[in-house]
């Protein structure tokens, strides 16, 4: 199974960025995947879900400026994310969203919010 994270840089406050992750070796199709992201000093946290039928759900502190999506056709999910603010640094990892179902976390993509 590989989860490889994509799309992460350097940004300035109220930026955006789009990051990817290519899914393979995994039933991606029925999976419910998640974005997830660790601060320096900080435990990771789930950001956004989005279920095999496409719904979504996102943690409070990027509901409204964050917008999950995936394609099954690429076994791709997507984390669009815009109005960026220096707390959103981190690095972004995809995974399954269900706990139980969670593989190898890979190295991430490094986002950084300059103020």
């Known amino acids: 199974v590989s989860l490889q994270a994509s799309g992460g840089g350097l940004v300035q406050a109220g930026g955006s960025l789009r990051l990817s992750c290519a899914a393979s070796?995994?039933?991606?199709?029925?999976?419910?995947m998640g974005w997830y992201r660790q601060a320096p000093g900080k435990q990771r946290e789930l950001v956004a879900t989005?279920?095999?039928?496409?719904?979504?759900n996102y943690a409070d502190s990027v509901k409204g400026r964050f917008t999950i999506s995936r394609d099954n056709a690429k076994n791709t999910v997507y984390l669009q994310m815009n109005f960026l603010k220096p707390e959103d640094t981190a690095v972004y990892y995809c995974?399954?969203?269900?706990?139980?179902?969670?593989?190898?976390w890979g190295r991430g993509t490094q986002v950084t919010v300059s103020s």
């Open positions: 070796g995994y039933i991606f199709r029925i999976s419910d």
């Open positions: 995974n399954a969203a269900v706990p139980a179902l969670i593989q190898s």
């Open positions: 989005v279920t095999s039928g496409g719904s979504t």
